[in-house]
Each structure stands twice: as structure tokens, then as C-alpha cells.
């Protein structure tokens, strides 16, 4: 297992993408926390990240390579693309999905939804260059505390990424889910209306 740092993925760039587009598994800093993350198109690896998180049901969300990523592969209605328009952020965006082989089947677990990102933060131009969707969800074993620095890094996990891009301790929280099919948003475990937040939350 490597650790990386930012300018030593730049570097290795070519090499390294072409271990994700092949199946490889890595930890990765955000605008929010650190997430785990694959080719999201290797139904293999997605597989291997839900076997490591111990999270076999629950849908993943991905990082976008671009918001024109968004538009051809999910429904984009009018109220979607107000919130397009905020991205990059530490939002998660659920839409419906319209290209069904946008991602591998047990991304989402077969469902007609995708939680869609593109974070505030340098990761999104690599995933831009990928030209391919990435996993994302928490670097933590389902129901213990999300990963802020590599003190805190789960040992399961560890043993079974093949490497890491470290960014030193990170300060924020969850992404914001906002459920753009349902019409909520969710934040802390707190599900409210949308038209509630809008002028108080953002």
C-alpha cells in the first residue's frame, strides 16, 4: 500500500489512473472528508469496497467527471439545474438515472436513483481527467466515525486500498445530501424540505 501526496500523484499521473481504470481501490481527500473510492464502471472493485466498509446494501454515491457527465446520464429538471449550478461543492446530488450503464449495477443496487458529487477540491479535476465516474463514500467501516487524517484510518480498510493520496488532517464534515426525486435535503440525520432551506441553509 502507497501513500501519495498531491504532487507525487501529478507525477505518476499516467500510471496511476490506468491501476483505477483497472480496478484499483484508494482513500482520497475531498472539499469535505476523506472517501474510498474505484472505478465506478468495475463492478469487481465496487464489489471489493463494499466487502471492506462491511456495507452490502446501501447505494454509493459517485464524484462526476464533469456537470455535462450529470446531464447526459441523470434526469436534469429545472429545480436540478439551480443546483448544478452550485457545483463544485460539498453537496450530494440524487437524481434519477437515465443511462443505466453510466455506472456499474452495484453502484446504486439497481435502483433508478445516483447520488452525484463534485467536490470544491483538486480531486475533481483528477476525476475530470480520469473521464470516468469514482466511487465515493466515507473511508470508514459502516457505522463507526468517517476518516479525517490517517491517525484515524480504519485498519481493515487499510490492508485492502492500494493506496492512499494524503492531505493531512481534514476539517469538514459529511457532504449535504440533497434529494432532488424526493424533494429533501439531509444534513446531520435531519431530513427537511428543500423549500425550507434554501434561504437558511446555504
Given amino acids: 500500500m502507497e501513500i501519495l501526496i498531491k504532487t507525487e500523484l501529478q507525477m505518476q499521473f499516467r500510471e496511476i489512473a ?17 472517501g474510498i473510492g474505484c472505478n465506478a464502471l468495475n463492478e469487481k472493485a465496487v464489489d471489493k469496497i463494499r466487502q471492506l466498509k462491511d456495507r452490502q446494501t446501501n447505494p454509493f454515491s459517485i464524484i462526476a467527471p464533469s456537470k455535462e457527465w450529470i446531464t ?9 439545474k439551480e443546483w448544478l449550478n452550485k457545483l463544485p461543492g460539498p453537496y450530494t446530488l440524487i437524481l ?30 483528477v476525476v475530470q481527467e480520469l473521464c470516468f465516474p469514482i ?14 487524517s490517517l491517525e484515524d484510518l480504519d485498519e481493515t480498510i487499510e490492508d485492502g486500498v492500494d493506496f492512499i493520496i494524503d492531505e493531512g488532517e481534514k476539517k469538514g464534515r459529511p457532504s449535504k445530501i440533497v434529494n432532488l426525486v424526493e424533494g429533501k ?11 425550507d432551506l434554501q434561504t437558511n441553509m446555504l
Fill in 185 to 195: 435535503i439531509k444534513e446531520s440525520k435531519v431530513l427537511v424540505e428543500i423549500d
Fill in 72 to 80: 447526459e446520464n441523470c434526469l436534469v429538471n429545472k429545480e436540478a
Fill in 18 to 34: 490506468e491501476q483505477i481504470r483497472n480496478g484499483a481501490i484508494f482513500i482520497y481527500p475531498t472539499d469535505t472528508i476523506y
Fill in 96 to 125: 434519477k438515472l437515465k443511462n443505466k450503464n453510466a455506472v456499474a449495477k452495484n453502484v446504486n443496487q439497481g435502483e433508478e436513483t445516483i447520488g452525484v458529487r463534485i467536490p470544491a477540491h483538486w480531486i475533481s479535476g
Fill in 135 to 148: 466511487v465515493t463514500t466515507s473511508a470508514n467501516r459502516s457505522g463507526k466515525p468517517f476518516m479525517t
